[in-house]
């Protein structure tokens, strides 16, 4: 059976072009997987995932922001050394830190929600700072939400005790990855990646 090139709808080159920045962004965030400081009291180390996370939504959107996202976690899941300590599989999925892992994905949506207003991707440069950073604040306080009552869950640590080990510790790397990120965008140097 032969089949003709008029048989087969082809993929329209802005999908294909969203999904090829989204696997972009995915391995980015997994590039930066080796750079992990283990913190002696806390099963979670200091990472830069979340400012990946952050740029996904604000360059990314809503949709494809958290796409970006499950390609990591699936790249990770299957096994690839993509999550902190380069460490893969689905082992880290359902660990100590997993909680963090899981909320990537809703906090890129919520970024790109908040600062493209919709679907529709917008220059993030053009957004006013102080609509940025809330949305950057917005997604690291569902970030540590869901870590840290996960994490509480999972280890059978008080809420207050879980807060201590998992979230209180990297407050002030957080402020500095939504300083970056801001920088990043108002930088004017980085594609808005709807093009």
């Known amino acids: 059976m032969a089949t003709k090139r008029s048989d087969v709808d082809l993929v329209d080159a802005d999908v294909v072009g969203a999904f090829a920045r989204a696997a972009l962004l995915?391995?980015?965030l997994g590039a930066v997987a080796p750079i992990a400081i283990p913190i002696p009291f806390s099963p979670a180390p200091i990472t830069l995932q979340v400012l990946f996370?952050?740029?996904?939504?604000?360059?990314?959107?809503?949709?494809?922001?958290?796409?970006?996202?499950?390609?990591?976690?699936v790249a990770g899941g299957i096994g690839l050394p993509v999550f902190a300590g380069m460490n893969g599989g689905l082992g880290v999925l359902v660990g100590d830190s997993a909680?963090?892992?899981w909320s990537y994905p809703l906090a890129a949506a919520l970024i790109g929600l908040i600062v493209h207003r919709g679907t529709d991707l917008r220059d993030p440069a053009a957004v006013s700072t102080?609509?940025?950073?809330a949305a950057l604040v917005a997604a690291t306080a569902l970030i540590y939400a869901m870590?840290?009552?996960?994490?509480?869950?999972?280890?059978?640590l008080e809420l207050w005790e879980a807060v201590t080990v998992g979230a209180l510790p990297f407050i002030p790397g957080e402020v500095l990855k939504i300083v970056a990120a801001v920088a990043i965008v108002e930088s004017g140097r980085i594609d808005t990646l709807d093009a």
């Open 99 to 101: 909680g963090y892992l």
């Open 147 to 156: 870590g840290v009552g996960y994490m509480a869950w999972l280890l059978e």
């Open 130 to 133: 102080p609509v940025v950073v």
């Open 53 to 73: 996370v952050f740029l996904a939504g604000l360059l990314l959107g809503p949709v494809w922001g958290p796409a970006s996202i499950l390609l990591y976690l």
């Open 26 to 28: 995915a391995t980015l």
